[in-house]
Each structure stands twice: as C-alpha cells, then as structure tokens.
Nanobody, 127 residues
Framework: QVSLVESGGDAVQVGGSLRLSCAVS????????MAWFRRAPGKEREGVAR????????YYADSVKGRFTISRDNAENVLYLQMNNLQPEDTAMYYC????????????????????WGQGTQVTVSS
C-alpha cells in the first residue's frame, strides 16, 4: 500500500514562506497524479495544486496562483509545495494525495479520485 508522509507545516506570519514535503513510498513505478489539498475549518476540502509524475498537467487553484509552486523530486520520490507570501486564508490542514489510476485526467483535482492520502500537516498564518 502506498505511504504518504507530509511535513513542513508551521505557524508563520503574513507574507512568510513555507515548503511542504510529501515523502511517497511503495508506489508503483508508473505515471500517476499527485496533488496537494487543503481543508480549512468549516470549509470543504480544496485542491490546491497538482501534477503528474511526468511533470505535466500542472494545476493551481486561482487563490494560490503566483504564490505556490508544486514540484517533485523523482529520484527521492518526494512531492513539494513551496508556499510564498502566505495569507491568513491559507490557514488549513494540508494533505498530499496520489491517484494511481490516471495521470491527472481531470481539469481540476477531485478528492474522490485520489485513493491514497497522507495524514496532513498544519499551516497557520497569522497577521
């Protein structure tokens, strides 16, 4: 079974930066889709960023475009989310997820498509 372990969440002030990491293990060596989601208190889970293992089909939510960057280290099998200019509305639990069935076939990441999830890492942005 695929294992996903996130890290890098922290409490920062407005305008600060964080880099989240997601270590992926026991994943089959084939093209699949990896994404970051977040869930803020009282809100639905939101797809933040996504890319295929080939580095294609990159997606960003409008709310993070220009501030967040998703990337992957293929050698180490780690997914990253670089977050800059953080705002209070970015406060949420962030999760990485992997869809082994398709290489990011949908236009936006749909939580139900992802069968493998990490435990989450908390990001808190204060003003």
């Amino acid at each position: 079974q695929v294992s996903l372990v996130e890290s890098g969440g922290d409490a920062v002030q407005v305008g600060g930066s964080l880099r989240l990491s997601c270590a992926v293990s026991r994943a089959p060596w084939r093209v699949y889709c990896m994404a970051w989601f977040r869930r803020a208190p009282g809100k639905e889970r939101e797809g933040v960023a996504r890319l295929s293992t080939g580095g294609r089909n990159i997606y960003y939510a409008d709310s993070v475009k220009g501030r967040f960057t998703i990337s992957r280290d293929n050698a180490e099998n780690v997914l990253y989310l670089q977050m800059n200019n953080l705002q209070p509305e970015d406060t949420a639990m962030y999760y990485c997820a992997v869809d082994l069935t398709a290489a990011c076939a949908t236009s936006t990441p749909i939580p139900a498509d992802y069968g493998n999830w990490g435990q989450g890492t908390q990001v808190t942005v204060s003003s």
